[in-house]
């Protein structure tokens, strides 16, 4: 059964800071997909991941997969109060059926 | 068209009752799931429709679960005498199968609260 953990579980930081949220997961997979979820929201799409080595950037975030490690990270640059949200990474393993299998969500609260 | 829409938005019912969400995927989009996610919990696959044929049900769907989409646009999932356990959020998304991936794309949810 296909695992997918994520750490840290809570994480308060302070604005201009650096951090780095980690995923890992169980089972082979080249499809790693990160999702943001405001409180009482749905999911928004971030990034999609695809091979390994695989680096997506969008403003202050940045997503990075290592497959042989089972290893996704996203790294968060100079953090503002509008990233805080609840980050949640997401694993398919299926081609032709791509179902995700979530971690628990890293819940990141940016302090002034 | 804006997205994936879910309706109703909430949903309280007592124990025992039967309660339909409603999921309006992207107009072109193939493919639909349904999630559930519990407080402070990520979503957990339920089922999956490409066109109309549900082609996987998780073990988490028990037999008071079912979801359809007749015709290959909206689907309906239908929790039947109801338990507190349902309690959840429901989440549909839908996607365009390209050549070996895909984005699922969330709607609102459907907020069920069971008394």
């Known amino acids: 059964e296909l695992k997918v953990e994520q750490n840290p579980l809570f994480l308060s930081m302070q604005e201009g800071k650096n951090y780095t949220i980690y995923c890992n997961y169980s089972?082979?997979?080249?499809?790693l997909y990160w999702y943001r979820q405001d409180p009482g929201k749905s999911l928004e799409s971030l990034f999609v991941?695809?091979?390994?080595?695989a680096v997506k950037q969008e403003g202050r975030l940045m997503a990075s997969l290592d497959t042989k490690a089972r290893l996704s990270t996203l790294h968060i640059t100079a953090a503002v109060h509008d990233l805080s949200a609840t980050y949640f990474c997401?694993?398919?393993?299926?081609?032709?059926?791509?179902?995700?299998?979530f971690g628990t969500g890293t819940r990141l609260t940016i302090i002034p | 068209d804006t997205g994936v829409s879910q309706n109703p938005r909430h949903k309280i019912t007592k124990r025992g009752q039967n309660v339909t969400f409603r999921c309006d995927p992207i107009?072109?989009?193939?493919?639909l799931y349904w999630y559930r996610q519990t407080l402070g919990q990520g979503p957990e696959f339920l089922t999956y429709?490409?066109?109309?044929?549900?082609?996987?049900k998780s073990r988490l769907l028990s037999d008071r679960f079912s979801a359809e989409r007749p015709k290959g646009s909206f689907s309906t999932l239908e929790i039947q005498r109801t338990e507190q356990g349902d309690s959840a959020m429901y989440l549909c998304?839908?996607?365009?199968?390209?050549?070996?991936?895909?984005?699922?794309?969330f709607g609102p949810g459907t907020r069920l609260l069971v008394l």
């Open positions: 998304a839908s996607s365009y199968m390209r050549d070996s991936w895909e984005t699922q794309y």
């Open positions: 089972t082979t997979s080249d499809r």
């Open positions: 991941l695809l091979s390994n080595g």
């Open positions: 997401a694993v398919d393993i299926n081609f032709g059926n791509e179902k995700l299998t």
């Open positions: 107009s072109e989009h193939n493919r």
């Open positions: 429709f490409q066109n109309e044929a549900q082609l996987e």
